[in-house]
Structures are given as C-alpha cells and as structure tokens.
C-alpha cells in the first residue's frame, strides 16, 4: 500500500519519479506527488509538487506548473489514503516545518497521536490530518550534524511500521531511507541510485537490487549507497538478480492489465509448472520447500494462512492436502491467525500464501507461527519479498508481474502450486505411484484447459451483456467448487462494483435464497465432477425462484440445457484441477461487466494491490 520512490543521480529527476511511480501506481492511487532538492537563487530549496488522483493528474499539474529539469535529487509517492482523505494537503511528500525536509512513507506509525501532541506543544503546526507528518517534523526537530543521524535520532520515537525516503535541501547530494515493515528496494548502475517499493521502476536501470531488512537504514548518493543498522552498526545486505523483462509489465495491446493478465495464464501456468511435475514417479519435486520424506512424514497437520484471493487458493488446498496426502489441513485468514492464539506445535506445517509477499496479516501470520516453533513456509509471486525472505523457505509462482488490483495468474498458479504440494506430500505419506501419474497428468493439461476457456471470451462477454445491468449475484458451487464460487464473487465485486456473494450450494437455502428473484443472477459451478448431480438440484432451486442461471459446466453434460443457455463449457477433466478453467472463465466474466459498467478495471476504486495494513 502506496507507492514510494526516489532518484539520485546526474539526470532530470522528475520525468524518472514519474516513470517510477506509473509503475507503482497499483499500490495506492487515490493521491501522488514529487519533491526535489533543486538550486533556486543559488540555495538549495525543496520544490513540490502534489494532486488528488492518479499519476496522470499530477502529470498535468507539472505540465501546468513544471519544475526546474535542473534538480537531480527528488522523491515520490502514490497514495492508498489510511489517516486522512485523498487530498492535496494530505498527500505525500510531507515537509517539515523549515520545509527544508521532505518526506515520502508507506506504513502507519502507530503512536503519531502522541508524536503529535508533543510536537504541536513544542509550536510545531500540522497541515495535514496524516501520520506521516510527524516524521517530518521529528527529523527537523532531531537534527543533528548529518541526516542520516537526523533521521535516525527521529526514528527512535517512532512505533509503527515504515518505508520511508528523505530528503533535505541542507544536504543536497544525498537521500536517506529506512525500513521497517514495509518493503524498501535499491538499485544502483554505477551513477544513479534508485530506491523504490518494488523492484519495477529499478529495473529499467539495473537488474541487481538489494532489499532492505527491518531495522535498515541506508544513504544513498549518486551511484553507491551504503547500508546500516538503526542503531548504526555496519549491515551487509546481498544483492538480489532480478529475472524481469521490463516489458513484462506493459499492456502489450490490451485494453487493461487485467485482460492481459488473464490472456497469459496458459504461460505462467506453463512457467509455475516448468521443471516440478516428475511424471515417471507421479511425483512432484519442489526444492523451495527443503523438506526431506522423513520432514514430510513427521507432520500431524497443516495450516494454510492468507487473505483475500489468496485464502481461497489456500481453501482449495487445504482440501487437495487431505484428498491426496490424508493430513489434515485447515485455511485460517491471516489476521485470526495473528490474534486468535491458535494451537500450532513444532509437528504443525504453516503455509502462508501471498502475491505480494507483503501482506501485513499474513506476514504478521508468519512470524506468529515461526514464534510457536511450527515448521513454516511460504508461497508467493514476487521474488524477495518480505514474506518470502521470512519464512525462509517456500515455492515461487513465477507467475510473472501481476499489475491489475484483481488477482487473477497469481491465483491461478497458487492452486497450481498448492497441487503440486500436496502431490509431493501425498507420495510421501499414501498415495501410490499410479495415482500420482494420474495426478501429474491432470496437471500438465492445465495450460490447455486455460487456452479452452480463453477461447469462448467472445461467448462470456455475450453473457455478461445480461447481467450487467444488475445490482446482486450469487455464485455457487460444492467440493473444489466452493473456492471457485467464493472467487468468483469477490472478483465480480471488487472490479465491477455489483453486489455479489459466493456460497457453498447447499448453504443457500439457509438463508439467502430469500434474496432470489428473476432479477438476481445464480452462477452455479457445476462442472462433471463429484458433487455434481447435487449441485444440479440447487440450480434447480434457484429455477424455482426464477433466478437466471449462468452455468460452468463440462463439456459434453447437456443436463444444463435445461436450466439456461448460458453456459459456459471447461473440457473434462480431473477434480484436482477443475477449479482452474472454472476460475478462468469467471474473470472474464467479472471483466466484461466491469467493462460494460465503464468501471476502472485495473485500478477499482478504495483498492490496493498490496495490503501492508492491517
Ligand atoms: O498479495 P496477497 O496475495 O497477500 O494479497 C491478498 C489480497 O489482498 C488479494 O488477494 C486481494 O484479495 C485481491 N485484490 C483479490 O483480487
């Protein structure tokens, strides 16, 4: 959640902060804005610039009133508002009283009331409602012979979790940044220094980037920067190769990056299974993991954590653990796990499931569970994030660049990887080498079965025609089909902004088949596999209330005819992956009414992509 960025180096640094934050834009987008450190009358001033809205809209305000192309030195931010609305006044950066200090922060720091109070008692007078001006104000008041020791010194006060990047106009060839809890990311060629939330605005300079631990604090000059501890001692933090194709992350000619992200599942499916599906011995090999048969053996249960898309990847293989390798297995959203003090013991696997890597309730999972002494690993997309670094060990997506907010290859490839684990867990514990090559063999049909679903887009966008116009829906489905249903839900809502609620198809007539009209849509789950023929009878209930049904069925089931001409065909394939083509054709059609309804698909309002707050 919100984006920051900074630049050091021989060149303009406004058109690079720019650049920068459009990549970062999928963190935060409701405010942005830059400071430089730039000679005006021959003194160093800070300059600033900031807009409510998207990076386009701070771009017309630089056309507006542009910056000198002199400065060199600037930070950035874009905005995901927690304290304070989406404001000009609110927007990051924040000065400090002297407005020789500029700050950009993405974190919360949870004592700012009282940091306030004492500053504002000390004349300190506040012109934004955020948390973040305190640290502003904080550094100036600490200031000491160098910034690194101003900030430092500020940073003592502070509780809370922060990346954070400065600047000060009293030391002009220099930029400080800090982390703690929110990821921080440096580059560096040789004569320009970048730092930034995620590697994508680095990587058009340098691939070899270095991530900030908790309790970093770094300098950053114009080609070098020198990392230590908050309490000054000397840190050493290995570079990270960074195996990313800038142009991963561009549109590449469709309308939005969710569409294009859907249309590349069949490849990042083919890279997430590339090398790990062992089909003489029905067997997966996932070397992430480092856990030997007699680890794996040694296990009682598992629990999965997550939030959001995640959870429900991590619902599906809570069951593919129990089908395959009979250990029980339960998903707890991320942030119960935190509080709830569950039971986990050193026999417990915790497997935490995250994109980002970042998310603050599945991070905070993390080091609750490693605290309890469970064997703890995780399963994320973004190569050197926190959660991925912290649990030490884990699988990688390699899903590529997911920029759209709805989660869409990264889901696809979490069910596909917590597959793959419970294949390996299974051959371990009880499943034997031909029901493992029966396995292995589902799986390696996936990219197809993907490309089959890709195919009817034209068919889906005719259907979500009709119900686009709607304001609720219901998405329903039973076994591997309940995930899918919850999915499916929550992608229609958050990109489309309809009402919309995933039930298990035998729940819906506990309560909320009251809410069924012929106004109301059923999306039923309902592909030829266990589970079907009841799934069938509670699509037959919601005919009964006159709801449209739309049906993702098999190929080849002409039962469905009966109920709806809506239907959208996955080929026949194994339980263990139906959930992957049914998905498919669920995003597109959460799309397509997102589009006709004329919403911001990538970027849905209230929304961010990495959810660093709890
Ligand atoms: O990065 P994570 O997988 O930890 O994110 C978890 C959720 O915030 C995320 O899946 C969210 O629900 C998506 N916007 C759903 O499309």
Redesign the pocket.
């Given at each position: 959640m919100c984006g920051i960025v900074g630049y050091i180096g021989p060149n303009s640094a406004t058109p690079r902060l720019i650049a920068g934050l459009r990549k970062l834009e999928y963190r935060g987008y409701d405010s942005s804005g830059i400071a430089l450190v730039a000679p005006v009358n021959g003194n160093n001033e800070i300059l600033l610039r900031r807009e409510v809205g998207k990076i386009d809209a701070l771009q017309r305000e630089l056309d507006t009133h542009p910056l000198t192309a002199d400065a060199t030195v600037g930070i950035g931010h874009t905005r995901w508002a927690t304290h304070g609305v989406p404001s000009v006044r609110n927007a990051h950066p924040h000065l400090s009283r002297n407005g020789r200090i500029a700050v950009v922060h993405n974190g919360i720091i949870d004592n700012y009331q009282e940091l306030r109070a004492q500053l504002t008692a000390r004349g300190f007078e506040f012109r934004s409602e955020t948390d973040t001006e305190v640290l502003a104000h904080l550094i100036e008041l600490n200031s000491a012979d160098t910034l690194v020791d101003s900030v430092r010194a500020a940073l003592r006060h502070v509780q809370g979790t922060f990346g954070i990047a400065v600047v000060s106009a009293d030391f002009p060839d220099e930029m400080i940044v800090a982390r703690r809890g929110s990821p921080i990311v440096i580059g560096s060629n040789g004569t320009e220094t970048l730092v930034a939330s995620d590697v994508a605005p680095i990587v058009p300079y340098t691939t070899s980037v270095t991530f900030l631990d908790d309790g970093d604090i770094a300098i950053l000059t114009p080609g070098r920067f020198e990392i230590r501890s908050l309490s000054n001692a000397s840190v050493s933090r290995e570079p990270t190769s960074v195996d990313w194709d800038p142009g991963a992350a561009e549109k590449g000619g469709f309308e939005h990056f969710m569409l294009k992200e859907i249309f590349e599942q069949p490849e990042a499916l083919e890279n997430c299974l590339r090398g790990r599906l062992i089909e003489a011995d029905g067997a997966a090999k996932l070397s992430g993991l480092r856990l030997e048969p007699r680890d794996i053996a040694s296990l009682s249960n598992l629990v999965i954590t997550?939030?959001?898309?995640?959870y429900y990847a991590g619902l599906h293989g809570s069951y593919a653990f129990e089908q395959l390798a009979g250990i029980p297995a339960r998903i707890e959203q991320a942030a119960e796990f935190r509080y709830r003090n569950p039971i986990v013991s050193p026999d417990t696997g915790v497997i935490a499931?995250?994109?980002?890597?970042?998310?603050a309730d599945?991070l905070a999972a993390v080091r609750e569970a490693a605290r309890k002494g469970a064997l703890v690993c995780s399963i994320c997309n973004v190569v050197g994030s926190t959660i991925a670094r912290e649990a030490g060990r884990g699988i990688y997506l390699h899903a590529g660049p997911e920029i759209g907010?709805?989660?869409t290859k990264?889901f696809l490839c979490q069910v596909a990887v917590l597959n793959m684990m419970a294949l390996l867990f299974g051959r371990t514990r009880r499943l034997s080498n031909a029901e493992g090559i029966c396995i292995v063999r589902a799986m390696q049909q996936l990219p197809n079965l993907v490309r089959s679903v890709l195919a009817q887009n034209d068919r889906i966008c005719a259907i979500a025609e009709k119900i686009a116009g709607c304001t609720d829906a219901f998405y329903i489905g039973r076994g591997y089909m309940y995930p899918a249903a919850l999915e499916g839900a929550?992608?229609l809502k958050?990109i489309s902004y309809l009402h919309a609620e995933g039930y298990h198809a035998a729940e819906l007539k506990h309560g909320p088949i009251a809410l069924l009209d012929e106004h109301v849509p059923v999306i039923a789950c309902a592909p030829s596999i266990p589970g079907h023929d009841k799934t069938m009878g509670n699509i037959q209930e919601c005919r009964a209330r006159k709801a449209p049904v739309i049906v993702i069925a098999s190929e080849g089931d002409e039962s469905v005819s009966a109920f709806t001409e809506d239907v959208i065909r996955i080929p026949a394939c194994h339980e263990i992956v139906a959930a992957i083509p049914v998905v498919v054709a669920e995003q597109l059609l959460a799309y397509h009414v997102a589009r006709l309804r004329g919403e911001p698909i990538d970027q849905p309002r209230n929304?961010a992509?990495?959810?660093t707050v709890e």
């Open positions: 997550a939030c959001g898309t995640s499931i995250s994109q980002s890597g970042e998310t599945t907010v709805a989660s990264a929550l992608k958050e929304l992509k990495s959810v």
